[in-house]
């Protein structure tokens, strides 16, 4: 009786254990990681919706070989290094595993329809991931970063490892051009700086030397650092003005240049801000104007030119 009780023991037990092993292979074998797997030179649209209670929408839509920026009347060419930097991760995006189907579980992983993002892309008139983009998590002790993310028609909360998931929780400011000039530090020959008042200050290069007026040899070294600032400086805080009409021109600083197909002429518009004065616009990116207070972006333009004139001011 005993030999027979263990046996049934025995027998139950490796029953018990192989059923373990089919349900963990059943359920290995059934997770796809695969969220999105898109050809990057046939998408055409992406239509972002951020998460939380006020909804920002906008889109990127290829225009030949370009991109735009799209929200509401507002289009501007689209910085596309920023563009690829997202469609690289979208041609192949997986999951490291599923956390949870159930959806009173959504709320802890941000996930729910009114807390998640959302992207939604296409080729041409087919659409090939809708994707909602939930929690982002970094661990201090581990330095990794993850997300969660679920496919809109599906109910698995998927983690995905790395920067990818934060990359999709995109925002219409992080695709405008933010430049303000595209010329070398080297091919600049003349700054001419003006008011609106009509007052002049002209700085120029002669036998690969720079001069004030023609006649006052510049310092090299602080000259070449300040120059070196200006052609890398680029604009960050962006005013929600599309046009510069009706604006009060300050100042303006007309930089010309070998390579140049024209001059620039980056302009300073006062403005009733007490914490950004002034607002900045470069007619080589003419579709953006930028907030600046008089230590920022204002400063390393205009401020900084002065240090360069006879009475430094």
């Not at 595993?97 to 009114?114: F, N, P, Q």
């Not at 650092?225 to 600083?253: C, I, N």
Request: glycine share 8%.
């Amino acid at each position: 009786m005993n030999n027979r009780l263990l046996l049934i023991i025995f027998a139950s037990g490796l029953l018990l254990f192989f059923a373990g092993k089919f349900i963990r292979g059943t359920r290995t074998a059934s997770f796809d990681p695969l969220i999105t797997s898109v050809d990057t030179n046939t998408v055409d649209h992406i239509k972002f919706v951020s998460g939380g209670t006020i909804k920002e929408e906008f889109e990127l839509k290829r225009s030949g070989k370009t991109w735009e920026a799209i929200r509401g009347d507002n289009k501007v060419t689209a910085d596309s290094v920023r563009v690829k930097t997202l469609l690289t991760p979208l041609s192949n995006l997986n999951a490291s595993r599923v956390v949870t189907t159930e959806t009173a579980k959504y709320a802890e992983y941000e996930i729910t329809d009114e807390q998640a993002g959302r992207v939604t892309i296409w080729e041409g008139n087919k659409q090939v991931a809708d994707i909602l983009v939930g929690g982002f998590r970094f661990d201090q002790a581990t330095r990794t970063a993850s997300s969660y993310v679920r496919k809109s028609d599906r109910p698995e909360v998927y983690v995905i490892d790395g920067f990818a998931g934060m990359g999709l929780k995109a925002r219409f400011d992080q695709f405008r051009n933010k430049q303000l000039l595209n010329v070398k530090p080297e091919d600049v020959t003349k700054l001419e700086w003006s008011d609106a008042v009509g007052n002049k200050q002209v700085l120029q290069k002669e036998d690969g030397a720079w001069y004030y007026a023609g006649m006052e040899a510049l310092d090299s070294t602080s000259f070449d650092a300040f120059l070196s600032a200006l052609v890398a400086t680029q604009g960050s805080s962006l005013s929600d003005l599309s046009s510069t009409d009706g604006l009060t021109l300050a100042e303006k600083l007309t930089i010309t240049g070998n390579n140049m197909t024209q001059p620039t002429i980056i302009s300073a518009y006062a403005q009733a801000d007490t914490l950004s004065p002034f607002l900045i616009h470069s007619t080589f990116n003419p579709m953006s104007i930028f907030n600046s207070d008089s230590v920022g972006l204002y400063k390393r333009i205009f401020a900084d030119l002065r240090q360069f004139w006879p009475d430094g001011k």
